[in-house]
């Protein structure tokens, strides 16, 4: 049999070592901080029943499902008439199973699977791989990691608050400073329709008003108009997508501007309790834009939303979510208000590397390396190699002898910060050379003092 | 709609809090002595082409795989007479792409598109979820993780060595004391058929004498017969495969006994050699079990083989592996010599469960709750929460005001060690109650004493 030359599926990655520890620095670092703040994990199957995942993503959603095939004699269950029928038709008949999509369906399916066991409110993250059939390109993958924490069986506003201050809090620790949390509420997007005179027309707004980065304020009204709002809607709506400032400025030109709207109210309202918990917790605001034009894609929002956006990079959103009061509903349980949010792992690697903010300590592979010069070297260095890792130093030493050269290069390859080296003359005096492969400063030193230098 | 009932597919599970907690205690520590050792992390997206899965696993594993249906009109490549051959033709028609079976042939694809870059030798450990479509049943799961680290690039037996010290490092660790590494090497096997005259059947041999813990020796020799072996190869391999005792007496034994053979002196060779590193990794050798009735099914390995056994539990069989000189061969990269090991965490999961082996911090979930009285209460607590978080003490709030009982029995269920109350009488004191949620003592403290009480 020729020998195949292999590859990997379209859109799918390899991570490799340095790769994934610069993965690792960055899914660690938003985990500690989930569990800081009395989240717990879970993890969901990464196959779903088609039934759990089909009409919960729209139709282009339910086209971008990986279906996977039922094992066995599949086509037993199909009739002629499903063939001749098609793909599509077909497809519902020989797969009963497809990938997880995101990490939110699994989870309402979760929670109401095990309601009778959950005490709530239920606070979980989850840390997993979704797949989705899109056409690859930069960015996009078909398979990429979400890294979700989310509040279940509560409305209290404290959860939006605390959202906020994680943000904060895994930012800092990657050492981010420039960046906007935007945040605005479903409830004013509704209640700016009612006091238009548009009311009903909320969805329309959304789509509208998402484009504004976009194409602009005047291709977005004549977009509105030709959606059958008034001239005078659109007019209206203009001023206030102008309104801007501080959050307490944008709170009290709100409150004004529509003061017709109970809806509105509420949401003002739910957003200044917001600012007052981010503020209890001792926050800088200066993070924190209270954005009118800020109506994110998903449906099921019904509340706060938000959205972070790191300033002067080329991909700057990186995490993003909201309130749904009935994300369970579809699964039969029903009054489950929750709050919820996503950062992207994909772009946040992105994001430190253009801002090279990885810090050394989470680069670093094995720490130091024994050379293997012979049989005698070998045989001296393996009880000190063992004497290394018991004190929780990560070390190996270079299988076989084999060229000085090779040895060495192999060690800056993996990026080894020392390496120990004993020849004919170090093990005469029971000693060793350690050397700094970034200084290259070389000190002789017993076991015990490499132990003390290296840990 | 009518509402769903969610259920997940057969063999598939969610791992809520409590198990994720486990299940990461088990994954860091096999984790942390990988990276110890000098092993450096890879990830392998979860689908491969079929044409890297298919022929790699015998046939069997051919009809295990999970196959994923092709995006689209996936029915436009496959002819009527494709339909009419039936669901085992149709499916390469119609599926390009497979979930991954196991951790070694994306290893292997990996080092093979990788080798220009890659150093060797070439220290990996993978830690993700393979798929296979076999029937579920106690114990086996068609998702599950695998554990593995592997070398290649090396035939340095020191990474045979470097495998038992990794062994047994992880296994105290967690506390397990009564297990056996078993070791013996496929080269012995191959000399034992040499020496018994029965030279070329080790495939035979090995197939019989991996049943011989279940159906018995008398059983196997009979399966021998049947299968051609005659009556005194018969003979003669019983008295080898009686030969026991301790590592060295095996060795001694061996030597004499399969003198014949220059396969099996070179794997005894091997097997003096490890032992001598073993030794020299100053490792107790009661754990190492030269047991030369060790066969392991899978036929590509061509040095030592391991297995992992813990005594006096249901499931003892942990961890396996062994050297292979051929991986990457059947893509193209030929003399890549390897040896590489696996850890069952299912399998370890449950060990730890019955020996009640989790320590206690592992569990840990939140550290402290803040019991919430009322707004009051709730407005004093906040930035003491924030205080507790700055200070890395996992911390929350229970979100709104609700009956005492209820709240306590939320902390209960979600193993919170310490509540804080602070009613009108502390919050007039600037002081808060810490209460121990196991021992019931209580104290009157400043936030500053809870984090030095908490920290």
């Given at each position: 049999m020729a020998a195949q030359k292999p590859g990997i599926p379209k859109g799918t990655r390899d991570f490799g070592p340095e790769q994934m520890l610069k993965r690792t620095y960055i899914m660690d670092t938003i985990k500690e901080t989930f569990k800081r703040f009395g989240f717990q994990p879970l993890e969901t199957p990464s196959m779903e029943n088609l039934s759990v995942l089909?009409?919960?993503?729209g139709d282009e959603g339910d086209q971008l499902l990986f279906r996977i095939l039922n094992s066995g004699?599949?086509?037993?269950?199909?009739?002629p008439e499903d063939i001749e029928k098609g793909s599509k038709h077909l497809s519902s008949k020989i797969c009963d199973r497809g990938l997880r999509y995101d990490l939110t369906v699994p989870f309402a399916r979760y929670v109401v699977m095990n309601r009778g066991t959950l005490s709530f409110p239920f606070k979980r993250y989850q840390m997993q791989p979704v797949w989705r059939a899109d056409r690859p390109q930069?960015?996009?993958?078909?398979e990429f990691y979400q890294c979700d924490a989310d509040v279940v069986g509560t409305d209290s506003l404290i959860c939006e608050a605390e959202i906020v201050a994680m943000i904060n809090e895994v930012f800092e620790k990657f050492g981010i400073s420039d960046y906007n949390i935007k945040i605005n509420n479903r409830k004013i997007l509704t209640g700016i329709t009612e006091a238009i005179g548009e009311a009903g027309k909320e969805t329309e707004l959304c789509v509208a008003i998402d484009k504004l980065d976009k194409i602009g304020q005047e291709k977005v009204n004549e977009e509105l108009i030709e959606r059958g709002f008034s001239q005078e809607a659109v007019e209206k709506l203009q001023g206030i997508l102008q309104i801007k400032g501080s959050y307490e400025e944008v709170l009290s030109q709100l409150k004004d501007t529509l003061a017709s709207s109970e809806t509105a109210m509420k949401g003002v309202e739910e957003m200044a309790e917001v600012f007052e918990y981010v503020k209890a917790f001792g926050k800088?605001?200066?993070?924190l834009d209270f954005d009118v034009t800020l109506a994110r894609g998903?449906?099921?929002?019904?509340g706060a939303i938000f959205e972070v956006k790191v300033n002067n990079v080329s991909i700057g959103s990186v995490s993003g979510g909201g309130r749904y009061d009935n994300l369970t509903g579809v699964f039969?349980?029903?009054?489950?208000s929750g709050v919820g949010f996503s950062f992207g792992v994909d772009r946040l690697y992105d994001v430190l590397e253009e801002l090279d903010l990885y810090p050394n300590n989470a680069m670093e592979s094995t720490k130091v390396m024994f050379v293997n010069f012979d049989i005698e070297s070998q045989t001296f260095c393996l009880p000190h190699l063992q004497t290394l890792r018991n004190n929780e130093i990560s070390a190996e030493i270079y299988p076989q002898s084999a060229k000085m050269k090779k040895q060495m290069t192999y060690a800056n390859n993996k990026g080894i910060a020392y390496v120990i080296m004993a020849g004919s003359n170090e093990i005469a005096e029971g000693k060793m050379t350690l050397k700094n492969m970034i200084s290259g400063e070389q000190e002789l030193l017993t076991i015990e003092e490499v132990v003390d230098r290296l840990k």
């Open positions: 089909t009409g919960k993503y004699d599949y086509l037993s269950k199909a009739k930069r960015g996009r993958y078909r800088d605001n200066k993070f998903l449906s099921y929002y019904t039969g349980l029903e009054g489950m």
